[in-house]
C-alpha cells in the first residue's frame, strides 16, 4: 500500500483514490496498464532465459550473452523512452548511487 500523504490523509473519503466513487483519469489508467504488461514481462523472464540457454545436454546460448544481451536491450528501451519523454537527466550528486545501483540490477 502506498503511503498516504498528509493532503489525502485528511481529504473525505469520496476523493481518496481507493474509494468506490473516485475516477480513474487516463494518466492513472495507463501507469496500471504499464505496469501490469511491467510485470506480465518479468514474469515471462525466467520461461525465456532457459530457453535461450538451453537443457544442460544441449545448450543454446552461453548464459553471460544472455545477461549481456538482457541488459543492453533494457538499457536501449529505456534510453528510448527516457529520450521520447524528454527526461532530464538526474543531479549529479546521484550519478553514483545509480550506477552502483545499475550494476547491483544487472
Do not use: D, K, N
Request: charged content about 10%; hydrophobic content about 55%; cysteine-free.
Amino acid at each position: 500500500m502506498p503511503p498516504v500523504s498528509r493532503a489525502s490523509a485528511t481529504a473525505p473519503a469520496s476523493t481518496l483514490p481507493g474509494s468506490a466513487s473516485a475516477r480513474w483519469t487516463a494518466p492513472a489508467l495507463r501507469s496500471v496498464a504499464l505496469g501490469l504488461l511491467g510485470v506480465a514481462i518479468f514474469a515471462l523472464t525466467l520461461p525465456m532465459t532457459r530457453l535461450a540457454v538451453g537443457p544442460v545436454e544441449a545448450p543454446q546460448l552461453p548464459p553471460a550473452f544472455v545477461t549481456a544481451g538482457r541488459a543492453a536491450v533494457a538499457g536501449l528501451l529505456s534510453a528510448l523512452v527516457l529520450l521520447g519523454g524528454r527526461a532530464s537527466a538526474p543531479p549529479r550528486a546521484v550519478w553514483r548511487a545509480l550506477a552502483v545501483s545499475a550494476l547491483g540490477t544487472v
